[in-house]
């Protein structure tokens, strides 16, 4: 009863939280004499505190109106261009002359992992002006209705096949963080069929290959705890009135509530901080509000598909064991030979620790060296893999010229059907 208790909450909530809200537009107004004294600042920015900490926060947009090309704006454009019930696939349309040679073809795996695609709003907004920008957009599953059937790992592997298939040869894929796992085991899957539409390149972000190495507090939390304990205590059913009701999941608060954990002492401080600035009116709390906003918004996660991913990735280390399975294939990195690979890690990553992501190099032992590459940022975290100046200034150019480096001949391919992540 755990999630109808939290609904119930912010339900309850609701009136006050309108009139905190009311309230602070009132002593905001120009024309209240209170607004630009001491008091009025102060109980303003108390109120402000109030009505974020007590919402819900809505699905962020991407909000990508443009990007710089050759020195000039061009307008972007998003567009739906693949939709199935627990994903769809975002197209960032950039208006290009047609005489411009063509950008690398790019498809962004976003981390299944409690945000929102639009957390990797940074990261599509550096690689686009050099390439032509594709993204997963994961649907929440409290929004899907139970009669959609269930998502788990195996359908996660079979939505990147089929996005693949869908954006055709010479296609370069990223995956960011969690998705780093089913990508690679697409990859393997394609390669071992002899696809022809497998993905050029590979990118591997701050991704849990093989969390035997450098384990972080994520990954012992994972092997300290057996699987039933996940599905007693962390799935619960999504309550009345949501699209999916009763359909089990593991609530975004719930991830939330843990990644805050983590750094308690830094996400209080900032609040602090907030409303010190709110009182001060420097200008500063925007920068606050763009990340919380950001932040704060999360999504449920499908049962099957957290406790899959939690048994195989975190207690089991299914794949660099070579154990993985998929629809009763197993799952062979050595398969991989005509893919090129690219991992990036964080040097203070404590979610993905070094050398996790760098695993992959290891266990896809049919790569041609000239075909494989790992990097290493200095002074970054998990954010910083994807997200912020230096990934902008050092990661995005490399991202970007290893896509150039390794794409593949234009020619026409016959695309073929795949059913169950196998080649019909």
Not at 242 to 268: A, C, E, I
């Amino acid at each position: 009863m755990f999630y109808q208790l939290y609904e119930l909450n912010h339900a309850a909530m609701a009136p006050i939280r309108a009139a905190a809200d009311l309230m602070r537009q009132a002593y905001t107004h120009p024309l209240n004499p209170l607004t630009d004294t001491m008091f009025g600042r102060t109980l303003t920015a108390g109120l402000e505190v109030f009505e974020r900490t007590t919402r819900r926060y809505a699905k962020p947009e991407f909000g990508l109106k443009e990007t710089p090309i050759d020195g000039k704006s061009v307008p972007v454009r998003e567009e739906i261009v693949w939709k199935k019930p627990f994903c769809q696939l975002i197209h960032f349309d950039r208006s290009l002359p047609a005489s411009r040679a063509k950008d690398p073809r790019i498809l962004v795996v976003a981390p299944m992992s409690g945000h929102y695609a639009t957390l990797l709003r940074g990261t599509v907004e550096a690689l686009l002006p050099g390439a032509d920008v594709y993204i997963t957009d994961w649907i929440d599953a409290r929004m899907v209705p139970v009669a959609e059937g269930t998502f788990d790992l195996d359908d996660y592997i079979d939505y990147v096949i089929e996005m693949l298939h869908h954006l055709g040869p010479d296609t370069h894929v990223v995956a960011v963080c969690q998705p780093s796992v089913p990508v690679l085991a697409a990859a393997a899957l394609m390669e071992e069929a002899g696809d022809p539409l497998s993905p050029a390149s590979m990118t591997l972000m701050g991704g849990p290959i093989d969390t035997r190495i450098n384990p972080t507090a994520v990954n012992k939390l994972a092997e300290d705890r057996p699987l039933e304990w996940f599905a007693e205590n962390v799935v619960m059913n999504v309550p009345w009135p949501q699209p999916g009701f009763l359909r089990p999941v593991y609530p975004g608060f719930l991830q939330l509530s843990g990644f805050m954990s983590m750094n308690l002492d830094r996400h209080v401080n900032a609040q602090k901080q907030f409303f010190m600035h709110l009182v001060k009116n420097d200008g500063e709390p925007e920068k606050h509000r763009e990340f919380y906003d950001e932040y704060l918004a999360v999504m449920d996660l499908t049962a099957e598909f957290y406790l899959q991913t939690v048994d195989q990735v975190f207690m089991k280390h299914a794949l660099p064991k070579g154990e993985l399975m998929h629809r009763g294939r197993r799952v062979d990195p050595s398969a991989i030979r005509n893919v090129a690979l690219l991992t990036v890690e964080g040097e203070n990553d404590d979610i993905s620790g070094v050398g996790q992501t760098q695993a992959a190099q290891t266990i896809c032992t049919n790569i041609p060296e000239a075909m494989r590459m790992h990097y290493l940022q200095p002074d970054v975290g998990h954010y910083g893999v994807f997200n912020g100046s230096r990934f902008r200034r050092e990661i995005a150019p490399r991202i970007l010229a290893f896509a150039g480096e390794h794409a593949r001949s234009r020619k026409p391919v016959v695309k073929r059907v795949i059913k169950g992540g196998k080649s019909a």
